[in-house]
Each structure stands twice: as structure tokens, then as C-alpha cells.
């Protein structure tokens, strides 16, 4: 493995919602991925009639109180993908995940990238590829996952000086990317619609 990609991405997505992990995937009205949302920011767009349209078969049912005429309960199903009413933001360009040791892990698949050694998120570190001591940048592309024994034997050197080579080249992730990889509830329809829009060249092959 010299490279990291999209393909490596290895996230089985549910088909079975549960009340308590589901997240709802957000968009804007013009189809622009936002975020992921609560079932109970969701179920807040349904009620205020804020939904402009809706992707996907309803992965979660919520009752209600009763209709005092009718003596009904109310019931609300809130699809996997909403998009909501409001602005579109056509022209925006997609965020930047913020670099964080969480989403450091998750893109390297808690894998130590020197020894391949595979971690708990209590064993890894962030290991500056290039030190910060030598000029090196706190970046995406200039940080890796590092168990505490590489990282201590890496020290303040390059990988070429410690005669550590990289298992994978640190990347930034695209904003699809990052949302695969901060949810481990994915439902089968969101899998479908994000991976559509990773970039070509790290889309999943078949």
C-alpha cells in the first residue's frame, strides 16, 4: 500500500435504522451535501415544513401525541437524506474537514502507517511526517497515525533519516469523505448517494 484512496475507504453501511446512532444526511435545497444532522433536527425541518425534497425510503418512524378530535396519534417518517428549504448555496465551495486526531485515525483506518500495526484510538499518536521542528506544517498532508513505539523511534526526523517509509501518503479528505468517515451508522441509501459523489478517482471499485 503506497498510496492512500478512496477505495481503501471499507465502511459497511446499515439497512436497519435505530433510533438512538441514525443521523440524517443534510443537504441544501439545490442538492449541496451539508452535514450530518439529529433525527431530532430532522424531525424539527418536518415540522416546521421546512423539507424541500426527500431521498430514500423512510428509515425512521416517530409517534406522536393524540389528535383530540380524531383521537389519531400523529406519526412522522423521516427519510435517510433531507434537503431543506432556504438558500442553496450553489456556488460555495465544499469545507475542509478540520484536522483532528479523531479524523486523523478514521482516514488511516487506526493503522499505524510505519509498522502497519493495527490500534485502539488509545494507542495511536499524530506523527508529523516532516517535524514541526524541521519547518514541517500541522496539515493533513504532513500527518500521519503513528503508534506510540513509532513515533518514539521516528523522533524529530524525516522517515527517510529514520529509515521509515510510509505505508500510505497523508492526503486531505474531501468533505464526502469525511462524512463516511465520521459516521459508523450509515444507512444503505446515504452509502449510495455519498459514494455517487466522492471524487471519480476515489470511488470505490467494483
Given at each position: 500500500?503506497?498510496?492512500?484512496?478512496?477505495?481503501?475507504?471499507?465502511?459497511?453501511?446499515?439497512?436497519?435504522?435505530?433510533?438512538?446512532?441514525?443521523?440524517?444526511?443534510?443537504?441544501d435545497a439545490g442538492g449541496r451535501i451539508l452535514d450530518w444532522i439529529s433525527w431530532q433536527d430532522a424531525a424539527c425541518l418536518y415540522v416546521r415544513e421546512a423539507v424541500a425534497w426527500t431521498l430514500g425510503e423512510p428509515c425512521l418512524t416517530l409517534h406522536g401525541g393524540f389528535r383530540r378530535d380524531s383521537g389519531d396519534q400523529s406519526i412522522l417518517r423521516l427519510h435517510p437524506i433531507v434537503a431543506s428549504r432556504g438558500h442553496c448555496h450553489s456556488g460555495a465551495v465544499d469545507p475542509s474537514p478540520a484536522l483532528s486526531n479523531p479524523a486523523l485515525f478514521a482516514r488511516d483506518h487506526y493503522l499505524c502507517m510505519y509498522c502497519g500495526r493495527r490500534c485502539t484510538r488509545g494507542e495511536l499518536t499524530r506523527d508529523h511526517v516532516m517535524p514541526l521542528s524541521r519547518g514541517g506544517q500541522d496539515t493533513w498532508e504532513n500527518v500521519v497515525s503513528a503508534c506510540l513505539a513509532c513515533n518514539l523511534k521516528k523522533g524529530g526526523r524525516s522517515p527517510q533519516q529514520a529509515a521509515m517509509p510510509l505505508l500510505a501518503i497523508p492526503y486531505k479528505p474531501s468533505w464526502v469523505e469525511h462524512l463516511i468517515l465520521s459516521n459508523r451508522n450509515i444507512l444503505a441509501d446515504q452509502m449510495e448517494f455519498l459514494t455517487h459523489h466522492l471524487p471519480r478517482d476515489r470511488r470505490p471499485t467494483a
Open positions: 500500500m503506497d498510496s492512500h484512496t478512496a477505495s481503501s475507504i471499507d465502511h459497511p453501511a446499515c439497512t436497519v435504522a435505530d433510533l438512538h446512532t441514525t443521523r440524517v444526511l443534510s443537504l
